[in-house]
Nanobody, 122 residues
Framework: QVQLVESGGGMVQAGGSLRLSCAAS????????VGWIRQPPGKEREFVAH????????YYSGSVKGRFTISRDNAKNTVYLQMNSLKLEDTAVYYC???????????????WGQGTQVTVSS
């Protein structure tokens, strides 16, 4: 069983940066790939980024590639999402998802955090 807690969300002006954290409990966390998924207001959830269990492989959606960086520290049971050059359209609730895989598209895993709100203002 893995429990996930996101943090680091908030309000930021367009062009600014935020770093989200996903802290996990459970000794098996380092064996899971982890994804960040977001849900913009009034829209469905969408894939943002995924990182492999070792941290060696990562994937990004086209809308964030080059601006966001996913990383992990398995010693701390934590996955990060560094978000730079934020745009208004990045406004969403961001969720951490463990156990997912990426093979051309993202397949959700079984474990979700509660989400953290990111609001980008003009």
């Amino acid at each position: 069983q893995v429990q996930l807690v996101e943090s680091g969300g908030g309000m930021v002006q367009a062009g600014g940066s935020l770093r989200l954290s996903c802290a996990a409990s459970g000794r098996t966390f380092s064996t899971y790939g982890v994804g960040w998924i977001r849900q913009p207001p009034g829209k469905e959830r969408e894939f943002v980024a995924h990182i492999s269990s070792t941290g060696r492989v990562s994937y990004y959606s086209g809308s964030v590639k080059g601006r966001f960086t996913i990383s992990r520290d398995n010693a701390k049971n934590t996955v990060y999402l560094q978000m730079n050059s934020l745009k208004l359209e990045d406004t969403a609730v961001y969720y951490c998802n463990a156990g997912g895989t990426y093979s051309g598209s993202y397949q959700h895993g079984d474990y979700w955090g509660q989400g953290t709100q990111v609001t980008v203002s003009s």
